[in-house]
């Protein structure tokens, strides 16, 4: 026989099963396929069978001699097995004969003596059983007989073959989860559903333990149990039962499984249906949260009181680790923090707490939500690329994910009035559907506080009526209302007791208010009037400046506002007048002063102007006593015969008259720049080169200090300047850099075109020195300014070079600026055109 184990073979068994002949007693063609064989071939008795894993189960059986109707026999009293084991099929003529049979009692018991059986064969040529003849006498099988059951034999297989397809069919157009197993808790059906709910293939499920492909390991001590509750409480009705599944991948969740028994002819069965009840178990949650919300709500007496009351219900609910609640601020400038809530246990004092936190607009994740007026969920504030305010404090305090969602005015779809965040202690992933249900405890929430802030504003309303009615009492104000008429008749309703302040006297006894009104209006503003009323008439607010003249004489200046507001059929007006008569001679006296500070203004300039004059004056007059010095000195030096005193001093004299010099110079620059009296000389110009030149000469300099000197200088770059006064620019700005950078620091000098609408080139000088205050920046082209870094520093400066410098950018049209270096230092940028000015 052979040597591989068909008998539990796991594909062969599962196929057995879903054939569900092992269910039944009763099949009506293979009792008719039976009956044939014995009518055909003149047997005692004729059989279907089907071998299990350590049995065979008679499925069929006819015949005078019949003792296997249902008969279920061990492996070892039966010769079907052999068919099964080797595929073929079997002939015995005398079973006596044989000496493979003596164990089979019935051979030893004269029932059967002599055997023909043919092999059922399945999908993927697997054997289940067999259609077999038995007789009581040894006798030979013709080969016409052994057709003939082998015809029966192919009856029963394409039974089989429909039973199977059906089956099958069935199982897998059942939408849930659909599985059996015997009673020791092997799988032998597997739909689709299942293997897409779980994971496991119906190759892998079948023959393993139900309790290894659906159950959390902790819990398969328990399954047992189950399946016992089920079997005694009346499994062939069904039990509906809600468990812990897993899936291949370990993810744990709730699952719903009616399962029901069924008695077969190969031992008691369990058919189960699962289905995942996640959502289902999430749905009530949040149900029961949406209660008690609402009922929260219901009995808060605070906003306060509320907001925390739904923070805990939404937190503690889903598992979360805390929540704020945030709250527009009336101005709609900001929001502030009115509630928080944290889980018990849990400290988190370092990002959240109870005490008030207010933020700008846009500031933090309530300014995210309010601003995208959606839900934010940040699902992992570690991977998350969006910078908020506390995020860091967030991530100290061990939270992994935030979720925001915004709190609308009025319901869904009003205006952001608050917003709800919440964070947990692990990754959560986007859930729309989650999101969509916490909208709608949003929606509650945003109710409640409308309504409330409603309540608010009523008694805010009332209190500020009562505080309005007892400022107008104090106030010289006249509050009145008036009613227009027809053709432009006007009546007063009401007045306050602040008309007699205006009108200079009370009214005279008996007289309408408004004719005294318009009585004293002056002759001169009655147009004015005429159309502030033409105005209100027309439904707008309106407002008016006018002259009275009151009963006591005095001309008053009144200022007058309007609002027009319908009762009815009846137009009415409801307006202010006040005393300006002080704002306008303070307007007088404010032009008076204007004008005396404009014609002080014009006298400074004519002083600045002379001072300038003089300063040029000063400056020229002192070159040439200043010359005559340096040139005595320079005879002085070239005599040998001074000690070394007398040449120190001579020293001395020659640097001041010097420094002097340079003043003077840059003065008399200066003056003559600003003045226009200097002309420069522009010409197309190759920057490169004369850049190239100041760095070789200031380069001595600069190693003097150990300064490293980079240039990076576009190549053919050219500008429309003055070559003298270009380099004299230039040599100020590098003179500075290598002057106010400490030994071992940086010079660089860029060039490169810049962009814009007319071509230009970019200079641009940085260092890495002291730098410059930020406040200092304005002030620093001024004359005679010198930056507090380099007072401090104790450098020796005049506080004209940068003064010129920008005097010399400017004659050609340029500009110049200065800004921090990214490290420290300073850059300046100037700017110069590349081509001459056009014509105008």
């Known amino acids: ?60 059986a006819s015949g005078p001699a019949d003792p296997w109707t249902v008969q279920h026999s061990p492996l070892s009293q039966s010769l079907c097995q052999h068919i099964v084991a080797t595929g073929t099929p079997l002939i015995v003529p005398d079973a006596r004969a044989d000496q493979r049979w003596r164990e089979v009692e019935a051979v030893d018991g004269g029932q059967l003596l002599s055997y023909a059986g043919m092999p059922l064969h399945a999908e993927g040529d697997q054997v289940l059983g067999a259609v077999c003849v038995i007789d009581d006498r040894p006798r030979h099988w013709s080969v016409e007989q052994l057709g003939t059951l082998e015809d029966l034999a192919a009856m029963v297989e394409a039974e089989i073959a ?30 689709s559903a299942a293997e897409r709910l779980f994971g496991w293939s119906p190759i892998e499920a079948l023959g393993r333990p139900a309790e290894e492909l659906i159950c959390p390991p902790r819990l398969h001590a328990g399954w047992e149990e189950v399946l016992h509750r089920v079997w005694e409480e009346g499994g062939a ?24 028994t069924a008695a077969g002819n190969d ?45 805990a219900a939404v ?179 009401d007045v306050s007791s602040n008309l007699a302040k205006l009108l200079g006297g009370p009214l005279p006894a008996g007289a309408d208010p408004s004719e005294v009104f318009m009585r004293q209006i002056h002759p001169g503003d009655r147009r004015a009037i005429a159309a502030f009323l033409d105005v209100v008439s027309a439904g707008r607010r309106a407002e008016t400046e006018y002259r009275l003249i009151g009963l006591d004489g005095v001309t008053r200046w009144i200022w007058m506002r309007g609002m027009p507001r319908r009762e009815g059929d009846r137009a009415l007006v409801d307006g202010i007048s006040t005393d300006i008569t002080e704002r306008h001679r303070l307007a007088e006296e404010r032009e008076r002063l204007l004008a005396a500070e404009q014609e002080q203004v014009r006298r400074l300039r004519e002083l600045d102007r002379m001072k300038d004059e003089l300063m040029a004056l000063v400056t020229h007059e002192l070159r040439n006593p200043i010359g005559a010095v340096r040139g005595y000195t320079e005879l002085l030096l070239d005599d040998e015969e001074l000690t070394d005193g007398q040449r120190a ?150 506080g004209l070079g940068l003064a010129v410098t920008k005097a010399i950018v400017d004659a050609h049209g340029g500009t110049i600026t200065a800004a921090p270096r990214d490290g420290g230092g300073t850059v300046f940028t100037v700017r110069l055109p590349a081509d001459p000015p056009e014509p105008g």
């Open 162 to 191: 429909v039973r199977l397809a059906h089956a099958q069919a069935a199982l897998d157009r059942v939408p849930e989860a659909a599985m059996s197993f015997d009673a020791a808790g092997a799988v032998m059906a597997w739909n």
């Open 315 to 493: 937190t503690g609910a889903l598992g979360w680790t805390c929540g704020e609640y945030w709250q527009v601020r009336p101005d709609r400038g900001g929001m502030t923090r009115i509630a928080s809530w944290t889980r018990p246990g849990r400290e988190v004092a370092v990002f959240t707490g109870d005490e008030p936190v207010t933020f700008a607009p846009g500031q933090g994740l309530p300014g995210l939500v309010r601003d995208g007026g959606r839900a934010v969920w940040a699902a992992d504030l570690s991977a998350d690329d969006r910078d908020f305010a506390r995020k860091p404090e967030a991530m100290r305090a061990g939270l992994r994910a935030a979720i925001g969602l915004p709190v609308c005015s009025g319901g869904e779809a009003g205006e952001t009035g608050g917003v709800l965040a919440f964070f947990t202690d692990t990754v959560q992933e986007p859930d729309e559907d989650l999101v969509t249900l916490l909208d709608g405890i949003c929606a509650h929430v945003g109710r409640y506080m409308e309504r409330r802030r409603a309540e608010e504003l009523a008694l805010e309303l009332a209190e500020s009526r009562r505080h309005f009615e007892q400022v107008v009492a104090q106030l010289d104000d006249d509050v009145w209302t008036i009613e227009l008429g027809p053709h432009g008749c006007v009546r007063s309703v």
């Open 649 to 798: 001093f001579a020293d001395v004299i020659d640097r001041k008259s010097a420094h002097m010099q340079s003043l003077v110079d840059d003065l008399l620059d200066l003056a003559r720049l600003e003045a226009g009296h200097v002309g420069i000389d522009p010409r197309p110009l190759a920057l490169t080169g004369l850049l190239r030149e100041v760095l070789d000469d200031h380069r001595p300099a600069a190693e003097a200090k150990d300064l490293a000197v980079g240039a990076e200088l576009a190549q053919g770059a050219r500008v429309h300047a003055d070559p003298v006064r270009l380099r004299q620019m230039i040599d100020n700005l590098l003179s500075n850099a290598i002057k106010y950078t400490p030994p071992g620091g940086t010079v660089t000098v860029t060039v490169r075109p810049a962009g814009g609408a007319t071509a230009s080139v970019m200079i641009e000088i940085a260092d890495t020195g002291i730098g410059i205050p930020a406040e200092e920046y304005g002030r620093l082209f001024s004359r005679f300014f010198r930056a507090s870094t380099a007072k401090d520093a104790g450098i020796q400066g005049t």
């Open 267 to 311: 031992g008691l069965l369990y058919d189960a249906l699962l289905h995942d009840i996640t959502d289902q178990k999430r749905l009530g949650m949040l149900r029961q949260v949406q209660q008690t919300v609402v009922q929260t709500l219901a009995e808060a007496a605070s906003s306060r009181e509320a907001a925390v009351g739904v923070l």
């Open 237 to 260: 009705s069904g039990q509906r039962l809600e468990l812990t599944a897993v899936d291949r991948t370990g993810r744990e969740f709730p699952a719903e499984m009616l399962v029901r």
């Open 1 to 60: 026989m052979s040597t591989v184990d068909h008998f539990h073979d796991r594909s062969r068994l599962q196929v057995l099963h879903a054939t569900g002949l092992l269910r039944v007693t009763n099949v009506p063609l293979l009792d008719r396929v039976t009956r044939l064989a014995v009518r055909w071939l003149d047997t005692s008795v004729a059989m279907v069978s089907l071998i299990t894993a350590d049995r065979q189960v008679v499925i069929s």
